[in-house]
C-alpha cells in the first residue's frame, strides 16, 4: 500500500505545485489522477517513483519500496533501438542473462499486440505502437506498481479507446497497482475503480469518487453516470 | 537512374574542365612551369611515383593518427562537460582559444619544444590542435541533448551514471559526433598540410613539402600531382566518414534516411 501525506512540491521558480496532497492506493487498484493541466498530477507522480524529492510531508509504502513501471505522455522509446532493445532495457539493467531477456521481452510485446514488430525501430511505428512499445517495456519486468502520465493523451480516439481496453485487460491479468494520471474524464470514468480529483494549483485532492467495478460499457447508462459525477467533481474542485 | 546521373554528370564536368585545360595550355603555348597540362601532371604523378607514395604515406600516416588522436580527446573531455558543469565552466573558455588561436602562428613553436628531429610528432601534434575543437562542441551539444524523460527512466531502474552514459547520452550524440568528425577529418588534413609548410625543407617528407619543393625547382607538373594526391586523401576521408555515418545511422536516424 502506498500512502501520501500533505506532501508539498515547489518548482525551481518557486511556484507551488503541490500543497498538502493526501491520499492512499490499495494494493491491485487502479486509481486515476485527474485534474486540469498544470494541477500537478505529473508532478505528484514523479514523487511516488522517487524521481523528485518532496519539500514536504511524507510519501510511504507499507514494506519495501515496489518494483515500478512508469509510462510517459511521449513514447520514450530509444530511436537507434529495436522494439525488442527498447522493452529489454529494463532486464538489462538488471542483468538478466541475455536469452532470458529477449524472451520475457519479446512476450511482453506478443502481449500487447506486437508479436510481429520485435525488429521494427521506433521511427517505423506508429504513435499507437510506440505507446505499445513503451507500455511492454514498464511490464516487462512485472512491476507491483504502475505509474502513467498521461499516456495516451496525444493519440488519436480509436487507438486510445484501444489502447485503453489493453491496459484494462493486462491489469486484471496481472494485478499491479495502476496510478493513471490523466485530464479526461471519459478515460478516468473508463478506466478506474476509484477517481482522485485535484484542485487547479497548488494540487490536492478535492474529491474521492469510487465508480462501480466491472467491465465497462461505453454507451451503458452506468458509464455516462460515472462520468456524470467525475466530470461534476472536477467542476466544483476548479470553482 | 539518379544514381548513375550522380555519377556520370560530375565525371562529364570533370573531362570538359581537363579537355578545355589541355586545350588551352597547347593552344596559348603557356610554359610548364607556369601552368602545366593535365598530361603533363599525369606524367610527373607516373615518373615521381614511388616517391610520391611515400610522401602520400607520410602525409596520411600524420593525417590519420591527429584524427584519431583528436577525436578520442575531444571525446573525452565532451563526456567530461557532460557529466561535470563545473569542468565545462572551467575548461570550455581554453578550447576555445585553442579554436581562435591561428594554428599557423602557433605551429613554429610546437615544432620548437618537440624539436625537428621529431617532426612527424610536431606535425601530428598540430594538426590534432585544428582537428579537436568540431569535435568537442558537437559531441557536448550531442550528449546534452538526451532524452530526460528517458535519462529519468534509467534511474528508475537504478541505473548508473556511466549505463546512462553508455546507453543513452552516447547514442543520442552519434549524429552530433559524426557530424563534428566529418568536419574534423578534413581539419586534420589541413593541420597536416600547415605543419609540412612550417616545418619546411629537410625535414618534412610529406605531399605538402613536396609542392613546396617542386615548386622550388619549378617542377610545377610534380607540385600539382602532390595537389592531386592531397585532394584525393581529403576526398577519401570525407566518403569514408560518410559511409561510416550511413552504416550507423541509417535504420534509426532521419538524417540518413531517404524518404520514398
Not at chain 1, 74 to 89: D, G
Request: aromatic content about 8%.
Amino acid at each position: 500500500m502506498l500512502s501520501l501525506s500533505h506532501v508539498a512540491k515547489r518548482y525551481p521558480n518557486g511556484t507551488e505545485a503541490l500543497a498538502g496532497l493526501s491520499f492512499t492506493v490499495g494494493d491491485g487498484a487502479f486509481v486515476s489522477l485527474l485534474g486540469p493541466s498544470g494541477c500537478g498530477k505529473s508532478t505528484a507522480l514523479r514523487l511516488i517513483a522517487g524521481l523528485l524529492p518532496p519539500d514536504g510531508g511524507t510519501i510511504q509504502w507499507s514494506g519495501a519500496k515496489p518494483e515500478m513501471g512508469f509510462v510517459f505522455q511521449e513514447p520514450t522509446l530509444m530511436p537507434w533501438a529495436t522494439a525488442l532493445a527498447n522493452v529489454r532495457l529494463p532486464l538489462d539493467l538488471q542483468n538478466v542473462p541475455r536469452a532470458e531477456a529477449e524472451t520475457r521481452a519479446e512476450a511482453a510485446l506478443a502481449r500487447i499486440g506486437l508479436g510481429g514488430f520485435a525488429r521494427a525501430y521506433p521511427r517505423e511505428l506508429s504513435g499507437g505502437m510506440k505507446m505499445r512499445v513503451s507500455i511492454a517495456r514498464a511490464l516487462v519486468a512485472q512491476p507491483k506498481i504502475l505509474l502513467m502520465d498521461e499516456p495516451f493523451a496525444a493519440l488519436d480516439e480509436p487507438a486510445r479507446a484501444a489502447l485503453n481496453d489493453d491496459l484494462l485487460r493486462l491489469w486484471r491479468e496481472d494485478g499491479m497497482t495502476v496510478i493513471f494520471v490523466t485530464h479526461s474524464v471519459s478515460e478516468s470514468a473508463y478506466l478506474s475503480e476509484r477517481v482522485l480529483v485535484m484542485t487547479p494549483r497548488p494540487g490536492r485532492i478535492a474529491a474521492d469518487i469510487a465508480l462501480p467495478p466491472g467491465p465497462r460499457e461505453r454507451l451503458s447508462p452506468q458509464f455516462l453516470e460515472s462520468q456524470r459525477l467525475v466530470s461534476t467533481a472536477l467542476q466544483k474542485a476548479a470553482a | 537512374m539518379r544514381r548513375l546521373a550522380d555519377l556520370v554528370l560530375p565525371v562529364l564536368v570533370a573531362v570538359l574542365l581537363l579537355g578545355f585545360w589541355e586545350w588551352k595550355v597547347a593552344h596559348d603555348a603557356i610554359p610548364a612551369y607556369v601552368l602545366p597540362a593535365p598530361s603533363a601532371i599525369l606524367r610527373a604523378l607516373a615518373d615521381n611515383f614511388p616517391s610520391l607514395m611515400a610522401s602520400l604515406w607520410t602525409t596520411l600516416t600524420v593525417t590519420l593518427l591527429a584524427f584519431a588522436a583528436a577525436t578520442i580527446a575531444a571525446l573525452a573531455l565532451a563526456i567530461l562537460f557532460s557529466e561535470s558543469r563545473a569542468a565545462q565552466r572551467t575548461l570550455y573558455p581554453y578550447a576555445v582559444v585553442i579554436q581562435v588561436t591561428p594554428v599557423v602562428a602557433i605551429a613554429p613553436f610546437i615544432l620548437l619544444w618537440i624539436g625537428y628531429d621529431r617532426v612527424t610528432v610536431a606535425e601530428t601534434i598540430i594538426a590534432v590542435v585544428v582537428a579537436f575543437f568540431p569535435i568537442l562542441s558537437n559531441a557536448t551539444l550531442g550528449l546534452r541533448s538526451a532524452d530526460f524523460n528517458l535519462i529519468d527512466l534509467m534511474r528508475l531502474y537504478g541505473a548508473s551514471r556511466w549505463q546512462i552514459l553508455w546507453r543513452v547520452r552516447l547514442p543520442t550524440a552519434l549524429p552530433a559526433l559524426l557530424a563534428g568528425m566529418k568536419t574534423a577529418g578534413g581539419l586534420a588534413l589541413i593541420g597536416a598540410v600547415v605543419a609540412e609548410f612550417v616545418a619546411g625543407s629537410g625535414t618534412a617528407t610529406g605531399l605538402a613539402w613536396r609542392i613546396i619543393e617542386s615548386t622550388n625547382r619549378l617542377d610545377i607538373a610534380t607540385a600539382f600531382a602532390a595537389l592531386a594526391l592531397l585532394v584525393l586523401v581529403g576526398l577519401a576521408i570525407f566518403h569514408g566518414l560518410s559511409l561510416v555515418e550511413y552504416l550507423l545511422l541509417r535504420r534509426w536516424h532521419e538524417s540518413a534516411i531517404t524518404r520514398r
